[in-house]
């Protein structure tokens, strides 16, 4: 497969480039991206959209809560990366007025819903009544398929997979909580319930459904070398993005 070639380029946003480079850019290369990829971070200069076709925003630390609650206090087990959030939530929004096609990996799959006008469970635990280390599991060397997802029937995402109900890993103490108004959830962890809010959000999707932008809960990147199932959705996911990247 030949994506991508000397036209276009994937903007790669992430807190840690050299995890970045081990991870993220070994599963775009593996499913057969071939164009370029620039890795940004805070304190770089802000990219132009212009030279991207599309976004990827990696996983990292939290995001703070004053992005939805100008008034509210990070929770005590939150590790904010405020750089980050002014960095990437500005980037989000005009890659959404662009149309780029857009992929965020857990806490960008959180930055995609707070950028566009969604809210964060802020802990895990707290919100969930459930033990301290749920959805703390594994390593990014090594992964640990946890739990169950099951994506809603019809969505694009079940689409796209073929499947509805698959094993992930599950590496992170935040979560969707209000989706933002163009996105609509589409995955979630059953396992993890409160009475008012539903099931742990585990993805989400464009409304638009000519927009080729997706969220994920769980850490694909770490999955893609893997000779099972799950290995086989994970660089499915990645390979889909650099088809729509390659065909902007």
């Not at 000397?6 to 499913?31: H, Q, T």
């Amino acid at each position: 497969m030949n994506l991508g070639g000397d036209v276009s380029s994937i903007l790669m946003a992430c807190g840690d480039k050299s995890g970045a480079e081990r991870y993220y850019v070994p599963a775009l290369r593996l499913v057969g991206w071939q164009g370029e990829i620039r890795l940004v971070s805070p304190g770089d200069e802000v990219p132009e959209l212009e030279r991207a076709a599309g976004l990827l925003l990696c996983g990292g630390g939290d995001v703070h809560p004053r992005l939805w609650d100008p008034d509210a206090e990070a929770h005590r087990e939150a590790r904010p990366d405020e750089g980050r959030d002014a960095f990437e939530a500005p980037l989000v929004r005009r890659a959404w007025e662009a149309r780029v096609p857009m992929l965020g990996i857990c806490r960008g799959e959180q930055m995609l819903n707070v950028a566009l006008g969604g809210t964060l469970i802020q802990d895990i635990p707290d919100h969930f009544h459930c033990e301290d280390q749920c959805h703390r599991f594994g390593t990014a060397r090594e992964p640990d398929l946890r739990h169950a997802v099951q994506l809603a029937p019809g969505s694009r995402l079940a689409g796209l997979f073929g499947i509805s109900t698959f094993q992930v890993n599950s590496r992170h103490h935040q979560a969707v909580g209000r989706v933002a108004p163009c996105l609509k959830a589409v995955g979630w962890e059953l396992g993890t319930v409160h009475a008012e809010t539903g099931p742990l959000v585990e993805a989400v999707e464009a409304e638009d459904s000519d927009r080729w932008v997706f969220g994920v809960q769980w850490h694909p990147e770490g999955l893609v070398t893997l000779p099972n199932e799950a290995g086989r959705l994970a660089r499915r996911l990645f390979e889909a993005f650099a088809q729509a990247v390659g065909t902007r």
